[in-house]
């Protein structure tokens, strides 16, 4: 499937894909008619993680306890979501965006102690080296607060790849709810949907509600960190949300989650505290065939298909043959993917079996 390669400004404008996972059903529709698909007393949860500018360059010093060398001056650093007092980034060597991940060369191999300056402004210790790739390490910035907020985002830019033509702005990387700066990567399934959909929505007696999930990194290069993909990642249930699937349940409304992050976050709460309650707390939960969700009937997804590690998430929402079908499909039709791509929609029940294309 060919990706999007720029941000639509008329977000709902993107498809949408209509996908019944208990028949194979599915029709063609645009995000902008969403309306028409769900029902009065469904419930749609999105992902209010605001997008951190989280690509900074950086030089790095190795520090030997006896004298400081520079080793590279071109090194890129990802942060993977939001740090406290220590941050989890990834590290990319020389070259940029317009560089496939994993076309760029590795970055040094770093150490306990050793220094990445990012500016006279900023500066982080290496304090620790992950054992799943040495790309992976935890930093410390030597400023906190107000100022380390500010000098992340004068210094950082949106992460993004190689199949979009220009920069990005930071807005472009944002969805229309979204709040506090969690994510590594933009919640992207959330990105299509306009206030005007959201709007007719809540018109239509379709309940919405948040989370907070802190999107992680989708590709870094490392065969073997990408492999790991994704990493342990916050979440933040709200009360208001528990009670507004509790009210879905009881008026016999259907569970919409906009996005993977959103079911990584509620069923990551349900396998952490033993059942869905409101809190914070960290989710390795990953989706695939044999994981069966206990609080989301369905999904809003990007494109995804075979051999894309997305597409192995999407398993625990439809069955392998219909979703094969479906993104072939997609493909004929000219769907696109990515970020800035089209979008699927699959909900046991939706689509009637003769809207199944020929």
Known sequence: MNPATAPRDDRADARLLLIDPATGARADAHVRELPRWLRAGDLLIVNDAATLPASLRARVWRND?????????????RLTGIGDATWRVAL???????TPTERRPPPPVLQVGDRLVFSEALAAEVVAVSPVSPRLVELRFDREGAALWGALYRLGRPVQYAYVREPLALWSVQTVFAGRPWAAEMPSAGRPLDWDTLLALRRGGVEIAAVTHAAGLSSTGDAALDAALPLPERFDVPAATVAAIARARARGGRVIAVGTTVVRALEGSVRRFGGLQAGAGETDLVLGPDFVPRVVDGVITGMHGPGESHFELLRAFAGEAALRSAFEHAVAGGYVGHEFGDAALIVPGLVPTAAQAA
């Open 65 to 77: 306890h006896v004298s400081e060398d520079m080793l590279s001056d071109d090194v890129e650093v």
């Open 92 to 98: 990319l060597g020389a070259g940029d965006w317009r």
